[in-house]
């Protein structure tokens, strides 16, 4: 890669972040939403494919975890961490359920599930929505490409303005960092 390349990938990655502004009010209520379901004893269920799955494991490990401060272990859970849940189901109810037959198993009213999609249009996300709903939960999702067949799913939607995915996901790297943050503030 020349210098040149170099500059204009970062200056890319950077104009990807900086397009966060235009979303700051939906950023403001996705944040204060996984807190809030944290305060109420509620749970987190994070789901991805591939980059965004990711995304979803860092999110929820931090949560059980820690992220800058010490606080109380928080009930964060990402349902694309476990192969062999994944595989069973796949095999026993097709790829399009891995996410949605999770969330029958552990979502409940007062729960929230936080997606993260570049293009949204995975069939499995979805179907997660569409569970997460019917299983009285909230749902977040960290999206981009305009949305794809995801948008106006959720009840907070944070549509990154960018079209290659790589931006794409290292604006919601941010995004889940704000929530951290949030959370953190709340709970340190």
Known sequence: MTREELDGAIRAAA??????????AEISRATEAVADTLKNGGKVL??????????????????????????????GLALCADGTALTCIGNDYGFDRVFARQIEAFGKPGDALVLF????ASKNLT???????????????????????MRGLADI????????????????QVVLHLILETVDAQFA
Do not use: F
Not at 128 to 148: D, E, F, N, Q, S
Not at 157 to 172: F, L
């Open 15 to 24: 104009a990807a972040v900086d397009s966060l502004r235009s979303v700051a």
């Open 127 to 149: 179907e997660a929505v569409a569970a997460a709903r019917a299983a009285g939960m909230k749902v977040i999702a960290l999206l981009g490409r305009g949305g794809g067949a």
């Open 117 to 120: 999609s570049t293009s949204g």
């Open 46 to 75: 994070t789901a991805g494919n591939g980059g965004s799955a990711a995304e979803a494991m860092h999110l929820a490990e931090e949560l059980s975890g820690r992220y800058k401060h010490n606080r109380r272990a928080l009930p």
């Open 157 to 172: 939607e944070i549509i990154v303005p960018e079209t290659t995915g790589a931006h794409t996901q290292e604006a919601h």
